[in-house]
């Protein structure tokens, strides 16, 4: 069984990353190939990765940005592997048996076809409004599970057959919800998932101003998903949407919108604190969203 470790690149140095693999690989005699694709990041940190080219199987540079779903579906065309890893290029390697403990839960049963790793924060980064999100909302805490709706994109092994079946949604070119309808398409496919507790280290430090901006370009995504109905089926269980529906259906909508316009301002006080709250994150997606949908 080959293993295909499958890394998007975008403005960070994954150096340490690579040779963290790299020596596991090694060290234990894993079958598996390491691919790079560079999504058309800042010439400095193309030349503080181009020293890798060397050291894996690929590494592609793109001379466009194609996003995060495009480019996940793109190593369909250099990846060889049987299972192929995915990793975000911020992620540090914890644990010197990362990819065998991947491996053994396959050799254990070989009808797994997707298994989610987790993810652990960065200590320096967390108290940020992106990774008090992280920890709250997002972190798995359990020990294993089969429920999709912990899976994250940041680290994950999926067999070959079953990513060309269900490959990242490509209309979703920018930041924003393409690992839960991802997930989604998967779970009512009824493809065999399990999460363990296998988790790399986010190096994440987005501040709180960029993650703000972040998180309107994902509701946009969210609200251009809306307006195809085949999507719903993918997006009805997201929290911010589900509620928005819900306050449309009972003509809300405009009663809603006249409290956020007051409390807007205070919201997005709080957000770029050094205590932001995570309830007024909700509230404040919430009034973007229903400004789109009214």
Known sequence: MKLSVCIPVYNFDVRELLFDLKKEISDKGIDAEIILIDDASEDSFKTINKELENEVKNFIFL??????????????????????LFLDCDARIESSDFLSNYLNEINQDHQIEVIYGNFKIFPLYSQSLRNKYSAEREVFQG?????????????????KETFRKFPFHEELIHYGYEDFVFAKKMELAKVNFLAINNPVIHIDETGNDVFLVKTKIAIDSLYQLSQNSKNLILIKDIKVFFIAQKLKKRNLITLFLFFYRVLEKSLIKNL???????????????GLLLRKMR
């Open 63 to 84: 001379e466009k940005n194609i996003g995060r779903s495009k480019i996940r579906n793109l190593f369909l065309q250099y990846a060889e592997g049987d299972y192929f």
């Open 272 to 286: 770029l604190s050094d205590k932001p709250n995570l309830w007024n994150l909700d509230i404040f997606k919430l």
């Open 143 to 159: 020990n294993k599970s089969t429920d999709f709706s912990v899976f994250k994109t940041v680290n994950f092994i999926i067999k």
